[in-house]
């Protein structure tokens, strides 16, 4: 029967309390049993109109489905279980704690002197500790690792912190203590540091050690075991096409084959949750991710490239699809913005390397488990929430690009840079570790910013935490250099929606903007401290001046012909006329570069030198004056047909005879 059925789950799952509910015929029925004194079943099945004593009840219900008694049961439950077991109970007193301008060398001997993982951070205020955050043990250890222990704890703590009142239940403690990952929990009396709750305290409460180890139960606070899985294969294969679902599947069984975890990882597992479109595929594997790489390469007819150094792979199929593969791998810095030193590792090591928690999803491939994503450091709830947060407090002292990519990251997507990532960010300014990248990394993460669909921002942020400053002091983003950069993206856009097959970098417009306030030498010196290279360095240093100089001498013309125009744009390349576009402060002169861009620069003289050797002009530096005068008159409408340019040639020669300085294109002498 049912009463014994519930008895029996309860002892078979090892259970304090269990209410089972059934429906049966046109009844819905209660059966509740409770091995502690926390919960009176007879008590809460009496107000559903049961009856029974505090350890064994049943109700019997009509004119109700299940689902109403079930909602009215959470109800019940959620008003009368109050536990025994509150923080005040579960609290060690006095908590520990240290000033905000402790050393890191001090706050390490005091962990080690009382033997504890994590110190609370208080400044005193008005006789009271102010709580600011807490460090952990791991934090002190790498800072000291990269040589800031004799930095202050204020600079690397952890400003986003869950607290608790002293009533509050054993639930709330569950939920901040996971929730936040968080090593201790300080327990507040109002504004008063009363105590504090460790996770060991909480799992002492939940379980005896000994349940675990006997039972092989999984515990959750074993941070190798604490990822969050679900099973995404129909989210997958309604995102993606069929034929990229296809080698995903193929991944898992080469990966299998060799006994290794294969794992789609990064950007391409986010951007599936932001619903935006990505298909550079970053795999994962669990063992020699080149070795991998060579056999799918070889079963599936693609080529392979290999990077031994650091056990990575580029796939590239006969479509030109390509495929990233990297050996798990974990990466440690041995001072501050240096470059990685890797190691082999899990999936759970490589994911932690990585910048940012929205970064850290992965997609199992491995057949049996093919779509089951995991996640280790809540990626989910921080793209729920839209927030950009890094793993651990020394992200930016190990690698200050980061920074970038944090900026980058939050205006691309409409999040918000995490409190305590922000203090991070501005730390890092403070402690000037910008200075020591190389310009050549500083560089690549600008171009990125400067890539993006809508920068102008982005660029803004890189002022708010005054970073570029570490590109050139002079450098600041005025109210005129936004309006340039809103410019410029009206610039593009007019330009992508001509539907012209030409190729331009979108990033050398936006940078020529960004030093358009800087004389020549200040824009040598920012060339110099990015290392940009030589092509590109001639277009900010000759080519924009270049371009100024044209666009005074338009601004400044009552009326020009449209040879005259031609001549004056027709030397710059495409980035240059929209860079002119961008920065002109007339609309007269803006549609005078758009009428070149889309009509004038076309024009050609259909005439050639065949044509005027036929007519008895002899070959020799003639030909090019005559060929631009022929060109001046068809660009200023003087011309229609071969026909025409004929007539204008033998009219030009007979009363003209040729200069012994013919012009060249552009309008400078031979």
């Known amino acids: 029967d049912f009463a014994f059925l519930t008895h029996k789950m309860m002892r078979m799952e090892n259970l304090d309390v269990l209410f089972a509910i059934a429906h049966m015929g046109n009844k819905v029925y209660v059966v509740a049993r409770s091995k502690t ?123 986003e912190i869950a607290v608790v009142e002293t009533d509050a239940e054993i639930q709330e403690i569950q939920e901040k203590i996971i929730d936040n990952k968080q090593r201790v929990l300080p327990v507040m009396d109002h504004d008063d540091i009363v105590g504090v709750i460790t996770r060991t305290d909480l799992l002492n409460v939940l379980v005896r050690q000994s349940e675990f180890r006997n039972q092989r139960l999984p515990d959750p606070f074993r941070e190798d075991i604490s990822a969050r899985t679900r099973n ?91 495929m990233d593969v990297a050996s798990a791998r974990m990466e440690y810095y041995r001072f501050p913005a240096d470059l990685p030193t890797v190691e082999m590792s899990s999936i759970k090591l490589d994911l932690f390397r990585r910048d940012f928690t929205i970064n850290t999803l992965a997609i199992q491939l491995n057949p049996g488990k093919f779509g089951i994503l995991i996640d280790f450091f809540s990626a989910q709830k921080d793209i729920k ?24 990251f939050e205006q691309r997507f409409g999040f918000t840079i995490g409190k305590l990532t922000s203090g991070l960010i501005e730390n890092a300014v403070r402690m000037d570790f910008f200075k020591q990248l190389s310009g050549r990394r500083i560089f690549t993460e600008l171009r990125q910013i400067l890539e993006e669909e809508y920068p102008t921002r982005a660029v803004q942020r890189l002022e708010d935490y005054d970073l570029l400053k570490f590109i050139h002091p002079a450098l600041r983003m005025s109210r005129k250099l936004i309006s340039a950069f809103n410019a410029v993206k009206q610039s593009l856009s007019w330009h992508d929606l001509l539907f012209l097959e030409e190729e331009y970098l979108r990033w050398i417009v936006y940078f020529a ?43 400044s013309s009552v009326s020009l012909k449209n040879s005259e125009l031609y001549k004056c744009l027709s030397g710059f390349r495409i980035e240059m006329l929209l860079y002119m576009m961008s920065v002109a402060q007339k609309e007269e002169v803006k549609k005078a570069i758009s009428y070149y861009f889309t009509q004038l620069r076309q024009i050609k003289p259909v005439i050639r030198g065949n044509s005027l050797k036929d007519i008895g002009i002899e070959p020799g530096p003639i030909y090019g004056q005559v060929l631009n005068a022929v060109l001046d008159a068809k660009l200023n409408g003087e011309l229609q047909t071969f026909e025409d340019e004929l007539n204008f040639v033998r009219n030009y020669i007979s009363p003209n005879p040729p200069s012994p300085f013919p012009e060249r294109a552009g309008g400078e002498k031979s």
Do not use: W
Not at 139 to 159: C, F, P
């Open 37 to 159: 004194p926390d919960v009176d079943v007879g008590a809460m099945v009496g107000i559903l109109g049961g009856g029974g004593h505090a350890f064994a009840a049943a109700a019997t219900i009509r004119d109700k489905t299940q689902a109403q008694v079930e909602q009215e049961l959470l109800e019940v439950l959620h008003e009368n279980i109050r536990s025994g077991r509150r923080a005040k109970d579960l609290m060690s007193s006095p908590a520990i704690r240290v000033s905000p301008d402790l050393s890191c060398e001090d706050a390490r001997n005091l962990l080690t002197r009382y033997n504890i993982n994590a110190l609370l951070v208080a400044q005193k205020e008005n006789g009271i500790d102010k709580l600011m955050g807490y460090i952990s043990r791991q934090v002190i250890a790498k800072a000291v690792h990269l040589k800031l222990e004799h930095a202050s704890v204020s600079e690397y703590m952890t400003t």
């Open 232 to 322: 995404i294969v129909r989210f997958v294969k309604e995102r993606l096409s069929d034929q990229l679902v296809e080698i995903l599947e193929n991944v898992g069984k080469v990966a299998t084959d060799f006994g290794f975890g294969a794992y789609a990882v990064g950007g391409f597992v986010r951007d599936l949750f932001l619903f935006r479109k990505n298909e550079d595929l970053d795999i994962v594997i669990e063992g020699d991710g080149i070795a991998f790489a060579q056999k799918y390469a070889q079963m599936h007819g693609a080529r392979c490239h290999q990077y031994e150094k650091f056990g990575t792979a580029v796939i590239i199929f006969p479509h030109g699809f390509k």
């Open 385 to 408: 929430e839209k927030s950009v947060r890094i793993l651990h407090n020394l992200s930016f002292v190990e690698d200050p690009t980061r920074v970038f990519r944090a900026i980058r």
């Open 513 to 555: 903007v960004l030093v358009s306030d800087c004389d020549r030498k200040t824009t040598e010196e920012v060339c110099d401290r990015l290392e940009i290279a030589p092509r590109h360095r001639v277009i900010f240093c000759n080519e924009r001046f270049d371009s100024e100089r044209c666009l005074y001498q338009i601004q």
